[in-house]
């Protein structure tokens, strides 16, 4: 009885803003919009890219922490979750200090000729930053749940440690990677903070379509609704896809 | 326990909303001897009003004056989506007209003027000196749909620039997110108010326009209707119109008020 009142308190608390913004407003214009469009198409670019980075290096990473137990493990599975909880702000200035004209790395960038903020690059790293502790958690969660005795049946009928990862451990470890792409996906798509700090706002270049709703609020509410609208569509989507795609091992980690 | 652990954050979340609720509208009934009076201010005026909120306070014992500083035209929209202000106070005339004529803001006063400068980080990586310089450098300019980058477009037709032939790396929601990106040395050179080159002192460089180009900024201020504040947001406005309230906005670098 109190379990189905607070579930129906908690939903239509988590679910109303996100209906209102259905309601609110002429999503159809809204859409016609080009700032909107051209915001859901760099977002969608930017955060493609973002993934596949994401994907290619965090996979072996998080293989690496699934498997070997190593001295500073601990401290590693720290760095890589601290972007979770920090604020995203931090994440905008931290790359602002590392990678910005006058960062720790500005000199030597400069030098080769590379300007990073005010780029697609600088979206892109923004949201990489922010979103990929989300997939390497949930892809070494998936490692993990592989059983350690089927790694070592291959390895002892033959099989490099490359073969038995590539053959065994990422078939096997498949679905609980693809609740992690989703997520972490869905993060990037998300990013705000960490971007319009480090990478600005300009249209086709660095205005997301997070950033898009923000300014929307000013210039233009039904494009700000309706890409509001698309990417709640999307994202919801795409969790829900993977959940109805059986990933049984996504309930291992709930994100933040 | 699942519903348990549901229910717990459920009471977390309502005990958030009833915290921050409360604090917010000063309560009473006609006319409150104190409470906080809520006003909604250009991210401009960042520096000036809250020196002379200080004044009020001392004035006005049992007020306080809790400020929101953001783009007029964000502060507008949040008037229009029924966000409780006493005061409005903008860097041009579009919003609080566009807010009378749906009879959210009362009659307004012009109390301040601005002007645009160009702005550069202090040692200046671009050697900018004149405003024609900046051809080549790395623009922040506002976004069109805030006051600041509808001035800037202004003063770039006065001068016969078009804004395609710059580049322009970022157009901003705000001018203190312009000045941020200056003074981080990001950007080679941006437009924004002669009063943000004052509070930013010697962390900025700033090129005078030629007056022939120059764009100002009127600020009006009003109460917001159906504020439950309306005395103490008069007094508020009597203040910032008084010789003690101009000076404040004088010395950090606006215009007075026009008369009008």
Redesign the interface.
Do not use: C, H, M, W
């Given at each position: 009885m109190?379990?189905?009142l607070?579930?129906g308190?908690?939903l239509s608390?988590l679910l109303l803003p996100l209906i209102a913004i259905f309601l609110h407003g002429d999503l159809a214009a809204g859409i016609r919009s080009e700032e909107a469009r051209a915001a859901l198409w760099l977002s969608l670019q930017l955060s493609l890219v973002s993934l596949a980075v994401m994907v290619v290096v965090g996979t072996p990473l998080a293989y690496l922490l699934a498997t070997r137990s190593f001295p500073s493990r601990s401290l590693v599975m720290t760095a890589v979750e601290l972007p979770l909880v920090l604020p995203p702000a931090v994440a905008g200035i931290g790359l602002?200090m590392a990678f910005?004209?006058?960062g720790l790395l500005g000199h030597q960038l400069a030098l080769a000729g590379i300007s990073i903020?005010?780029t697609r690059l600088a979206v892109v790293m923004a949201m990489i930053f922010v979103a990929s502790p989300l997939y390497i958690r949930q892809a070494v969660s998936a490692f993990e749940a592989v059983d350690r005795t089927l790694l070592e049946a291959s390895r002892t009928l033959g099989a490099g440690s490359g073969r038995t990862f590539r053959r065994v451990a990422l078939p096997l470890a498949g679905s609980g990677l693809g609740a992690g792409m989703a997520l972490g996906w869905a993060r990037a798509v998300g990013e705000f903070g960490a971007t319009?700090i480090f990478a600005?706002?300009?249209?086709g270049v660095?205005?997301t379509a997070p950033i898009e709703i923000?300014?929307g609020?000013?210039?233009?509410?039904d494009a700000g609704l309706a890409t509001a609208a698309v990417l709640i569509a999307a994202s919801g989507g795409v969790l829900l896809t993977v959940k109805l795609l059986g990933v049984g091992r996504a309930r291992r980690f709930t994100p933040l | 326990m699942?519903?348990?652990l549901?229910?717990l954050?459920?009471t977390l979340?309502v005990a958030a909303g009833c915290g921050s609720g409360s604090g917010s509208s000063s309560g009473g009934s006609s006319a409150p001897s104190g409470g906080n009076l809520v006003v909604f201010a250009a991210s401009s005026l960042i520096n000036a009003f809250p020196k002379i909120a200080t004044t009020y306070q001392q004035q006005h014992p049992g007020w306080k004056v809790e400020f929101e500083f953001l783009?007029s035209?964000?502060l507008?929209?949040?008037i229009e989506q029924g966000d409780s202000a006493d005061v409005f106070a903008a860097a041009s005339t579009k919003y609080p007209e566009q807010l009378q004529s749906q009879n959210l803001l009362g009659k307004t006063t012009n109390f301040a003027t601005n002007t645009l400068v160009l702005a550069t980080p202090a040692d200046n990586?671009a050697g900018i000196t004149s405003v024609h310089d900046i051809g080549n450098a790395?623009l922040?300019v506002g976004?069109p749909?805030?006051p600041i980058g509808a001035y800037t477009l202004t003063v770039l037709d006065n001068l016969g620039i078009k804004p395609s032939s710059l580049n322009?790396?970022?157009?901003?929601?705000k001018v203190t997110?312009i000045v941020t990106?200056l003074e981080?040395?990001?950007?080679d050179a941006g437009f924004i108010y002669t009063s943000d080159a004052k509070t930013a002192g010697d962390k900025l460089k700033s090129i005078q326009l030629p007056a022939s180009a120059q764009a100002t900024a009127t600020y009006p201020i009003g109460i917001v209707t159906g504020s439950k504040n309306a005395k103490a947001a008069q007094q508020w406005i009597d203040l910032v119109m008084s010789p003690q309230g101009q000076q404040v906005l004088v010395g950090d670098g606006f215009g007075p008020a026009p008369s009008s």
């Open positions: 109190i379990g189905a607070a579930a308190l908690t608390f602002l910005g004209r006058r903020p005010f319009i600005g706002s300009l249209t660095t205005r923000y300014l609020l000013s210039d233009n509410l | 699942r519903s348990r549901l229910l954050v459920l979340l783009g035209d964000q507008a929209a949040q990586p790395k922040v976004d749909s805030v322009i790396v970022s157009q901003e929601a997110d990106k981080l040395g990001e950007a």
